[in-house]
């Protein structure tokens, strides 16, 4: 029986993605030229993804003040509520006006709409939703931010050029690993991971559609990975010859990095931003923060850690992730902590700086994150990070450096279970002021390379094969946009450019972006990431 399922859904998978294919090619509109489309169905979110949007969409608009830049979004959101939105919760203030194309059925990628056979259910809710998308608007580049690599064949029958920025690789072999050592998670119930059967047939239903999920991603032109831990999945799975291009995320380290190291408070706090999503396994810090208070001395240092608090700070997209929130909140009543811990639900970007500002500790629980941007957050801001031992976080992040006098230096500690984050928490909230300066200085060094400037300019050299060299005066931007003035006034109710945009396309004229066979300089210089990429004509993307 399980078979069967298994096959009629992937037929399913298969059938829908043809009927999906027929239809957008009947009904597509005419591809605009100089323009990119961001697939970002709920940009409106408050997570590193969107902060990664948005400096992108900042870099663009500095490197070619002539492009177009639309994003899909789901119904209800305005050009100037995204504006407002990036400008409020990340600092990024964007240079020129967006346009939104709102999608009526974004719905599709809901993962609670899905009960049994989630994956590949999405998939093919992300492939209809792409054809909604294409069928409204076809961009010259059809970007995808949000993972959904399941729209690019659509995108390249409608004409697109294909790039993307991969978060997270939608199947692992982790994933894999996991459900055939039978461990229990959120994504492998114990009805499948009690039994060896039930665990074998996921296995082989893993396996299909990771075949299918690589066919996919073989359509891009353009690939960018935020991690060394996805670069390493992505190369595995997708069916591409050439590698991606690691693009480490922004994070605001400029900003945060000025914050004073000195955290002399009379309670000493400890932090946690995350999105508030099953993944983020927010009941695992609240066990740990609990079992420690419980393991608590009488001594001073006992008093420290009963006296702490943990202040969770993350962003809510819609009704299912404020049901995290309510049953997180159960949860620190039944350990006993609800004195002491608190929630703050889509907190401003000013709060969430000054809170970072006054922390000492840092927590991060979701196996497997593919980079981890809170927790270079926290290290920016001299927050010593307690992060899982897992994915980007400890292949990117919380690794040793070398110290001022030449030894190596932790920079944070990583834990799995609640015994060793609760021992990690301990250690932080009872360390003396010079031990925890030390590791904090060289978390924030470490911290550096993970800017906001470091980020913009991997990103603009990966996609110039697609787009051409800047325009003359172009800049990459840094994307912290605090220090810098907006070059256009507030967006109009529409949030379209308006009549700015047609005068700069009468001034620019009709001026085509030219790349060179091989994309790089003739003697093989320029950027890395530049290098990785597949070298296509940019005859089709005409800025205007």
Not at 376 to 404: K, L
Request: hydrophobic share 45%.
């Amino acid at each position: 029986m399980a078979w069967t399922a298994l096959l009629v859904a992937l037929l399913a998978v298969l059938v829908g993605a043809l009927l999906a294919c027929l239809r957008v090619l009947q009904q597509l509109p005419r591809v605009e030229r100089g323009t990119v489309g961001f697939f970002h169905p709920f940009a409106d979110g408050g997570g590193g993804g969107e902060r990664v949007l948005w400096v992108g969409v900042r870099a663009l608009q500095a490197a070619y003040p002539s492009l177009r830049i639309f994003v899909y979004v789901h119904e209800g959101v305005t050009a100037q509520e995204l504006r407002r939105q990036a400008a409020e919760r990340f600092n990024i203030r964007l240079l020129r006006p967006i346009e939104v194309v709102p999608l009526s059925r974004s719905d599709l990628i809901r993962p609670e709409r899905y009960r049994h056979f989630t994956m590949v259910r999405q998939a093919l809710g992300a492939a209809l939703l792409g054809r909604e998308a294409l069928s409204r608007r076809a961009p010259a580049v059809w970007f995808d931010t949000t993972g959904w690599a399941f729209t690019f064949p659509l995108a390249r029958l409608a004409g697109c050029r294909v790039a993307c920025y991969v978060h997270y690789p939608t199947v692992s072999t982790d994933m894999l690993g996991r459900v055939w050592s039978r461990q229990a998670a959120y994504n492998n119930d114990t009805s499948i991971s009690g039994s060896g059967i039930k665990s074998a047939v996921k296995v082989l239903y893993y396996r299909l559609f990771a075949t299918v999920y690589g066919v996919c991603g073989a359509f891009a032109d353009v690939v960018m990975v935020n991690s060394s831990w996805t670069a390493a999945h992505i190369e595995s799975l997708w069916w591409r010859w050439r590698r991606p291009a690691l693009v480490y995320p922004p994070c605001d380290t400029g900003e945060l990095r000025r914050l004073p190291l000195d955290r002399r408070l009379k309670h000493l706090y400890l932090v946690s931003v995350a999105q508030f999503r099953p993944e983020k396994n927010h009941a695992l810090q609240l066990e740990a923060y609990a079992m420690a208070r419980q393991q608590a001395g009488p001594d001073e240092a006992g008093r420290a850690v009963r006296v702490s608090k943990l202040k969770i700070i993350g962003g809510c997209r819609g009704p299912e992730d404020e049901a995290i929130v309510e049953g997180l909140r159960a949860r620190a009543r039944e350990l006993g902590v609800d004195a002491s811990v608190e929630f703050l639900v889509n907190a401003p970007f000013d709060q969430l700086r000054q809170l970072l500002g006054g922390a000492v500790g840092g927590l991060h629980s979701m196996t497997d994150e593919h980079f981890g941007i809170s927790v270079v957050e926290y290290m920016a801001a001299g927050v010593i990070p307690i992060a899982h031992n897992s994915g980007g976080p400890r292949a990117d992040i919380v690794v040793p450096v070398t110290g001022p006098d030449g030894s190596p230096q932790i920079t944070g500690y990583l834990a799995e279970t609640a015994e060793e984050y609760c021992d990690a928490i301990t250690k932080v909230l009872v360390m003396d002021q010079v031990g925890r300066l030390r590791i904090a200085a060289a978390a924030q060094r470490h911290a550096a390379q993970f800017s906001g400037e470091a980020f913009s300019a991997g990103w603009l050299a990966a996609l110039r094969p697609l787009l051409g060299p800047p325009a003359e005066g172009g800049a990459a931007g840094g994307g912290e946009g605090e220090e810098q003035e907006e070059e256009a006034g507030e967006c109009g109710s529409g949030g379209s450019s308006g009549g700015e945009e047609a005068a700069g396309e009468e001034a620019a004229g009709e001026e085509e972006a030219e790349v060179a066979a091989g994309g790089a300089a003739a003697d093989g210089s320029g950027p890395p990431a530049q290098q990785q990429q597949q070298q296509v004509s940019s005859e089709y993307f005409r800025l205007p």
